[in-house]
């Protein structure tokens, strides 16, 4: 099975639903994160969390909420979709090594479209 | 804050041929540097990473990376690509210092491999 899932793979919605993407680790680590990517700008961090009690926005977090129901689990919501929301978003988890920043591991990514 | 800049967005490169993707990172100390890998449909695997010692860094599937402080680079290389290399490449840089503790990636360079 793989360390680290995100359900679901695939998602279309429309302007002004609620979406909810789901994210769960396996790998015992702290540290969760939640990305974006577009093409031609890479990955963007949109919130991260280091704990069940901290959580942190990243350089995009206008239109995300999130929440970290347990070590194991990070979601992300979307409150009201739009259009420039539809995007390939990646969970990752981090743990903590000694140094600030260490390996991220990747979920497979969650395709959402928004019409 | 630190920034990558991946100055090239796709190279092509003959089967056998040697490869070198360049990566070139901003920060005001010595920067952890990871590149890592998306093959279609995946999620990002870390090929190899440096936070110290060596600069040069042995990864994956034959790739190395070496770091030049003088330059602000830690471009990938590998002497001989095979069809399977052909993938997205993102090249991220770390905080060292706590407190900052978040990757910033490069708007990665897709490679494609011609026979």
């Known amino acids: 099975d793989a360390d680290v899932t995100q359900t679901p793979r695939n998602r279309i919605t429309k302007t002004g639903k609620r979406i909810m993407l789901e994210c769960s680790q396996t790998?015992?680590?702290?540290?969760m994160y939640w990305y974006r990517q577009d093409p031609g700008l890479g990955l963007r961090l949109i919130y991260y969390?280091?704990?069940?009690?901290?959580?942190n926005k990243g350089e995009i977090s206008d239109g995300y909420s999130v929440s970290r129901q347990a070590q194991a689990k990070f979601s992300l919501s979307l409150e009201s979709a739009i259009p420039n929301q539809t995007a390939l978003y990646f969970c990752?988890?981090?743990?903590?090594?000694?140094?600030?920043?260490?390996?991220?591991?990747f979920g497979p990514g969650t395709r959402l479209t928004v019409l | 804050a630190q920034s990558v800049t991946q100055p090239d967005i796709h190279i092509t490169v003959s089967e056998g041929a040697s490869l070198e993707l360049r990566c070139n990172y901003s920060?005001?100390?010595?920067?952890?540097l990871f590149w890592y890998v998306q093959s279609p449909g995946q999620g990002l695997q870390l090929l190899l990473k440096?936070?110290?010692?060596?600069?040069l860094v042995q990864g994956i599937k034959g790739f190395e990376a070496e770091f030049k402080r003088s330059q602000s680079s830690f471009n990938l290389r590998k002497p001989s690509v095979h069809w399977s290399d052909a993938a997205e490449y993102f090249c991220?840089?770390?905080?060292?210092?706590?407190?900052?503790?978040?990757?910033?990636f490069g708007t990665g360079t897709r490679l494609t491999i011609i026979p």
């Open positions: 991220a840089v770390g905080a060292s210092n706590f407190g900052n503790e978040k990757l910033t």
């Open positions: 790998k015992g680590h702290d540290r």
């Open positions: 990752a988890t981090s743990d903590f090594s000694g140094v600030s920043t260490d390996t991220q591991y």
């Open positions: 969390s280091f704990d069940v009690k901290d959580i």
């Open positions: 920060y005001g100390a010595t920067p952890y």
């Open positions: 440096y936070f110290s010692g060596d600069t």
